[in-house]
């Protein structure tokens, strides 16, 4: 490869990571201006977004060269889905009623660290010295910005938001080491663009069991912000990162995608005026140190 496209995958990669993060920020920004609940959030997210996926789907199905899922992969393809975007969000935009923005980023980058846990049960995958060294580093980062964020301004949902993301974290995590498995078979693109139409018929059905058919409606600052989450933290940088990896491998892309918590923070900083705090940059500084250790060694 030569370093034109090395560096257009990096920046493809990096955009990617950056865009994510915004996540947080946009669903911070409408809680905001209105109540709203979660599912409803997500439903006005994914509305916005699954005609994307749709079409990407359909394109890669009418492909000459496409082969087609077995009934196995089908199965482990909506499963994965409804696990990773549905279930795992959902938690998320919870989560997120109760923490600041930066430690549900924090918290939720987390991930790697449970996908090599649920490695070492689910598949006897042994933990090297290494990788519980920084487990331990991973863990103390999160919990120096759970103490400085208890310390500007606890209240007594911050443990359920905690949870809440925590159980993002975890799900995701089982989302990442199926999709280990399953990817591979099937390709990325066609893996996301699947995974995320069947997310879409459970946000949707449990939006209806929830809400009844009666349309909803509103304010258009709502609208607009839950808009500009699915094209922005959804759509987008799914692709920029499907094609990163492409480019410059999962391992580089992982590296990459470590900037989110720090983006996270100075967004959140900029758009929410959260206060960027001594206890943020350095649990933040530990849990990145951790997260990279264990990509380094599993590489």
Sequence with gaps: MNRSD?????????????????KAIYVKLIYRVEAIDAISMLALRMAFALPFYIATAVYL????????????????????????????SLLDFMGLAYISAGLERLILFLYPTFALLIGAMAFKRKITRTQAIALGIAYAGMLVVFGGDVRQDWNPGMITGCLLVLGCAVTYAFYIVGGGEVIPKVGSMKFTAYALCFASIGIFAQYFVTHGAEVRHFSGETYWLCFQMAIVSTVIPTFLTSEGIRKI???????????????????????LGEPVTWEQLAGTALVLTGVLMIGRKGK
């Design 6 to 22: 090395y560096a257009l995958g990096y920046a493809m990669a990096l955009t990617g990571a950056m865009m994510f993060s915004a």
């Design 61 to 88: 199905y009418r492909r000459t060269d496409n082969v087609k899922l077995t009934p196995m992969q089908w199965g482990w393809v909506a499963a994965l889905g409804l696990l990773g975007y549905y279930i795992s």
């Design 249 to 271: 491998g999962p391992g580089n892309t992982a590296i990459v995608t470590s900037i989110g918590p720090v983006a996270t923070i100075v967004q959140a900083y900029i758009f």
